[in-house]
């Protein structure tokens, strides 16, 4: 133990306190407000579909206070508990060379750490999301993503370790640097990728047959000078009755997907005001802003790792008395996400600012009236709380709160 470990553990606790707390808070409020829909929806929502809302949100939180504490508890047995530790004297007695026992340290790390989260996500499907009649999934399903999600992770999680662990021995003091144009060169690669080889992997894409709609939609994309490779059709409700639309890909693979459960709960003229909020999201440039701080968040993480991986403190710190480079980067995503929760309502702020972009510009080349009436009808599909705490809301949520939503949507179609 030095003073780091002290750092880390006050920031840790600091944490858990804050998540626990706005998760109660969150609860509290929404209980407060459970027996009476707010004014601004009295017309579209029942009483009753306010009160799964708000049962659904309750029952999350409590589930999501369960997975804070496991977390806690599995982020210590790795550090000050000694699992890293014992795994990495594993690979270490294999006697291979020190890159392929860097790679397989911490892709096993990796692997274990998914084995060790999929009670939680078993019991939220087919527990949790089961009881608010969410749920499509199939354990046999769910197992056969669980494998080739694995298989995925270990073929370019060995390929990213292993650029990573050799650019740390092989490119001077300034391998951070060089390492985070890879990684840049690697997330763009992604998501040119993503769409077109690894998204069908998990589901099927189809191109939307409804002439009329697809009419609609070219001419929404021509009027918003909008090029894409396609309208598709996903299969969403193989796993889940959520629904949802978006925009994937980069330069000539670039499409728009939207959920079939989407297409089942909104009406034509919805399902536009929707795309056009999205492309909104282009049109703003959201999407090229989100990338550039990205990249200079995970600038300053890399120059920090780069300075970390030379201090005995760190490691100690953290309760590991190997030093190696593989270490270094297992401990890292240990501890970074610890300090990062406290950029959280920055980084939701922002977000929150881009979805009023957005809905102004769905309103300016679409219909506020329209887009209004999709969201109340995705807020009643989804079963999401109308009445979140507002402190909870300013940390966490990435969209503002419905009603500010449409408050302001109102003032854009006045
Ligand atoms: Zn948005």
């Known amino acids: 133990m030095n003073e780091f470990s002290w750092i880390f553990l006050a920031a840790l606790f600091l944490m858990t306190a804050t998540e626990l707390w706005l998760s109660m808070r969150q ?4 209980q407060a407000h459970r027996d009476k829909v707010p004014k601004a ?21 409590r ?15 790795w550090t000050f508990g000694g699992g890293l530790a014992l795994l990495s004297n594993a690979w270490d007695g294999l006697g291979l060379s020190s890159m392929l026992t ?18 939680f996500s078993y ?50 003091e300034l391998w951070w640097l060089y390492l985070w144009a890879a990684w840049i060169g690697f997330a763009l ?34 009027r918003c000078g909008f090029k894409s490779q396609g309208i598709f059709v996903m299969d969403g409700s193989r796993r889940s009755g ?24 909104l009406n034509e003229d919805q399902i536009e005001a929707v795309l056009a909020h999205e492309l909104g999201h282009f049109r703003r440039k959201h999407v090229v802003k989100n990338m550039v701080v990205m990249a200079v968040i995970s600038l300053i993480g890399l120059a920090l790792l780069g300075w970390a991986s030379n201090q005995t403190w760190f490691y100690e710190g953290l309760g590991v008395s190997q030093q190696s480079n593989a270490m270094a980067l297992a401990l890292f995503m240990l501890v970074i996400p610890v300090f990062m929760f406290f ?72």
Request: hydrophobic fraction near 50%; avoid cysteine.
């Open 102 to 119: 860097g790679v397989l340290f911490l892709l096993s790390f990796i692997v274990i750490g998914s084995l060790l989260d999929l009670p």
């Open 189 to 222: 690669f992604m998501m040119w990728a993503y769409p077109a080889f690894i998204a069908p992997l998990f589901n099927k894409f189809t191109p939307l047959d409804d002439a009329a709609l697809q009419q609609r939609v070219e001419n929404l994309l021509a």
């Open 343 to 414: 950029l959280h309502p920055l980084m939701t702020s922002l977000s929150r600012k881009y979805e009023y972009e957005a809905d102004a510009y769905a309103a300016s080349v679409s219909s506020a009236d329209d887009l209004i009436a999709a969201l109340v009808a995705l807020y009643k599909e989804n079963a999401s709380t109308l009445t979140p705490d507002p402190l909870v809301s300013a940390v966490y949520d990435s969209h503002p709160p419905a009603a500010m939503r449409i408050a302001h949507l109102q003032m854009n179609s006045a």
């Open 63 to 77: 589930f999501g206070r369960k997975e804070n504490i496991y977390g806690v508890i599995i982020l210590l047995a």
């Open 123 to 172: 019991y939220r499907t087919f527990v949790l999301e089961d009881k608010f009649g969410f749920n499509r999934n199939t354990p046999a399903l769910f197992f056969s993503d669980f494998i080739k999600q694995t298989l995925l992770t270990l073929i370019m999680g060995a390929l990213l370790i292993g650029v990573a662990l050799w650019m740390m021995q092989s490119t001077g």
């Open 41 to 61: 929806f009295e017309d579209q929502i029942s009483l009753s579909a306010h009160q799964k809302a708000a049962d659904y949100t309750v029952a999350k939180g």
């Open 27 to 30: 609860g509290k409020h929404v």
């Open 242 to 265: 959520h629904g949802n639309a978006y925009f994937t890909g980069l330069g000539s693979n670039k499409r728009i997907v939207f959920f079939d459960t989407l297409l089942n709960t």
